[in-house]
């Protein structure tokens, strides 16, 4: 089983950039697809952006897509969260998960404490 720990969030103003990490214990990272989710407050977890377990093939929510990328590296079994013009929209806490089906990226697991990011407009 995989133990995650997500890092990198805080406060910056719309327009601003946030990089976001997903540090995971255990031999069988490399062996996950892996994704990103967020919640508002008072709205339900969604899903932000999944790649695959060799880090291939990624996929992203619409309202993320050409301002975030998704990567990994297996060798530090990590993943990241590069955010780019942030909007007061992106404004969650943000959670990582590996995942059961890629598409649509299913959580596997439980979930950890996330990482919260604020953006001032």
């Known amino acids: 089983q995989v133990q995650l720990v997500e890092s990198g969030g805080g406060l910056v103003q719309a327009g601003g950039s946030l990089r976001l990490s997903c540090a995971a214990s255990?031999?069988?990272?490399?062996?996950?697809?892996m994704g990103w989710f967020r919640q508002a407050p008072g709205v339900e977890r969604e899903f932000v952006a999944a790649i695959s377990s060799s880090g291939v093939f990624t996929n992203y929510a619409d309202s993320v897509k050409g301002r975030f990328t998704i990567s990994r590296d297996n060798a530090k079994n990590t993943m990241y969260l590069q955010m780019n013009n942030l909007k007061a929209e992106d404004t969650a806490v943000y959670y990582c998960?590996?995942?059961?089906?890629?598409?649509?990226?299913?959580?596997?697991?439980?979930w950890g404490q996330g990482t919260q990011v604020t953006v001032s407009s």
């Open positions: 255990g031999r069988t990272f490399t062996n996950y697809a």
């Open positions: 998960n590996a995942l059961r089906y890629f598409r649509p990226a299913t959580p596997r697991g439980d």
